[in-house]
């Protein structure tokens, strides 16, 4: 069992360098893949959107980004009807979650 606690951090030095851990880290697209469906799951979805599975992966390798992409599992090629999370390699930051038309 994980302890679980909320209030205010008392170790706020977040430009602090020591210690700091300096590689990627999202090194990999099965790191993205993990961090994408955590997030995915937990999200406030439609019902329709509930049944989005993984379908792709792309890597931006100019801009070191992972974008991971959800679709409903299908036969058929559709247009649309897509969730994309594009997640940094160097630190995890989330940079954008959106909908296909």
């Given amino acids: 069992m994980v302890k679980f606690e909320s209030g205010n951090y008392f170790n706020k030095d977040w430009t602090e360098d020591v210690g ?6 999202v090194p990999n697209r099965k790191a993205a893949l993990e961090i994408a469906q955590v997030i995915f799951n937990e999200m406030d979805k439609s ?13 931006d390798e100019k801009d070191e980004i992972w974008i991971v992409s959800f679709w409903k599992e299908s036969n058929e090629t559709t247009l649309g009807g897509d969730c994309s999370i594009a ?6 930051k989330v940079l954008r979650i959106w909908f296909g038309e």
């Avoid at 700091?20 to 880290?25: L, Q, R, V």
């Avoid at 019902?47 to 890597?59: D, H, L, R």
């Avoid at 997640?87 to 995890?92: E, F, S, T």
């Fill in 47 to 59: 019902e329709e959107t509930q049944e989005y599975v993984p379908q792709s992966i792309f890597y």
């Fill in 20 to 25: 700091t851990y300096k590689k990627a880290a």
């Fill in 87 to 92: 997640i940094q390699k160097a630190d995890g």
